[in-house]
């Protein structure tokens, strides 16, 4: 299997505050790179696919970037409803697997 | 309205099986990929498999292989998913999710609410 390494595992920080979070695969996954968002007790929120196409109507101040076998998510001036967790997800090979989350608080 | 609608919560006693459904609106059933992924309690996402309900074709996590089905009923744009065997460790909120791209599977696009099964004796 893939093995996803998402860093950091958490992080605080303030509204209007620029984040990045990495993910990094254990092997080549080409740009088969997925993001997700996660508020507590909701269903994951589809971000962005193929590790820098922006789903639509997920705002602009969401961007990815990367691949081969490392990739960045980044959220550029920080909103309050942005106060969740994210994820990153290969779908190169099956089983598709996730990295284990970055929870991203208010500081 | 394009929205994928899960059945409610289950409690199971280990060793039982449970079936859970994803009822689907608004987007040519047949078209897209489905998916299902569990989240236990506290942790993350995991991937468990997928249907691709024009062919049939699934394609399991090779720790579900011999416990997980998932089937399709296209009259009613439902997917279901079953789970055997239950023990404590499958305790967990189960998701359903559309695929994004029309007849392939590349990233989960259109979530279920999810539907928590609880196994306890």
Redesign the interface.
Known sequence: DIQMTQSPSSLSASVGDTVTITCRASQYINTNLNWYQQSPGQAPKFLIFFATGLQIGVPSRFSGSGSGTDFTLTITSLQPEDFATYYCQQSFSVPWTFGRGTKVEIK | QVQMVQSGAEVKRPGASVRVSCKSSGFGFTSYYF?W?RQAPGQ????M?WIDPHSGGT?Y???FQGRVAMTTDSSLRTVYMELTNLTSDDTAVY?CARD?IVAS??????????TLVTVSS
Do not use: I, T
């Open positions: 998916h992924v993350g996402l995991e991937w498999g394609n996590g090779l720790r998701f994004v599977p590349n990233a989960l696009y259109l979530w279920g609410q999810g």
